[in-house]
């Protein structure tokens, strides 16, 4: 029931209200389990980049493309106390996130990633911590223009300096010093890091690109590309149960960037739309894991 007022707004009964926002609920649910399960691989998978920048060329390849962080006894156990990091290991059900021992298996997934698809100028830092490198490659990253790295790629190496991951976790790609920066012992996620520089290398205004990743609903589109690619690369290059775990990582991965954006919308569903995000990921991811080939 709808009532109108003289001079004013129009007044919704509290009980049409209500069903409205379950209406609404409703459809989101729906949208939100079609988007989990919306991430397939491209077949055939595209190797390599289209676009080559010239700024690129100007550089120097990394001596060593692959590097680790030295073993801390009791750094390495941060995972295990800083909540964060438990409640990843929670939401994708797996305890190698952000477990700071990664092993030769994704190392040299990573590796092979790298190779196949021509990315000679991505770094990689695999539990290590290193501001004063990755401040050096921030100012010589050239193929992103200096106006976004001096400010939101400055804001990203200080959070990096001040909130190391090498304590907190958090694996994730930074566009503006073009590194890959790994603490958990994931092949799957390894790649899908390896598929957000893929993307970027293919994109001519770079920063532009990283900067509108902030915008609400923007970043589906980055993730799933990343995703996809990594979906793809997995079905191409590796064995059956890499693929598996591609789908029951990243289906799950991609409900939280779902749930994140699609609470936006009802605030105060908040909590339950991220957490059934996450759930019909894992649906998906399950229900198409058996299927790979």
Not at 15 to 30: A, D
């Amino acid at each position: 029931m709808v009532l109108k007022v003289a001079g004013s707004s129009p007044v919704i009964h509290p009980s049409l209200k209500r069903l409205m926002n379950r209406s609404f609920l409703c459809r989101l649910s729906l949208l939100i389990v079609l988007l989990c399960g919306a991430g397939c691989a491209t077949v055939p998978y595209r190797e390599g980049i289209t676009f080559v920048d010239p700024r690129l060329e100007l550089q120097e390849p990394p001596d060593m493309q692959i590097v680790r962080g030295r073993p801390n006894r009791v750094l390495d156990a941060s995972d295990w106390i800083w909540p964060g990091s438990l409640l990843g290991k929670l939401i994708l059900w797996d305890r190698r996130v952000d477990n700071h021992r990664i092993g030769e298996e994704t190392e040299e997934v990573l590796q092979r990633y790298l190779d196949v698809n021509e990315l000679a100028y991505v770094k990689a830092r695999l539990n290590q911590y290193a501001p004063r490198q990755e401040f050096r490659r921030l100012r010589q990253n050239k193929s992103v223009g200096a106006g976004w790295r001096y400010t939101i790629g400055l804001i990203s190496w200080l959070q990096y300096t001040i909130l190391p991951g090498r304590i907190l976790g958090g694996d994730h790609y930074n566009p503006y010093t073009n590194t890959i920066h790994l603490f958990s012992d994931i092949p799957a996620i390894a790649v899908h890091e390896g598929g957000h520089a893929k993307d970027f290398a293919d994109r001519r205004w770079k920063g532009t690109y990283a900067a509108i990743y902030i915008i609400p609903f923007v970043n589906l589109y980055h993730e799933a590309l990343a995703s996809n690619d990594a979906l793809g690369y997995l079905m191409a290059h590796e064995d059956i149960e890499l693929q598996r775990e591609g789908y029951r990582i990243m289906h799950p991965a991609y409900g939280t960037y779902v749930g994140g954006n699609s609470s936006l919308l009802l605030p105060d569903y908040g909590f339950f739309i991220y957490s059934g995000s996450v759930v019909a990921g894992h649906v998906t991811g399950r229900i198409a894991a058996p299927r790979a080939e």
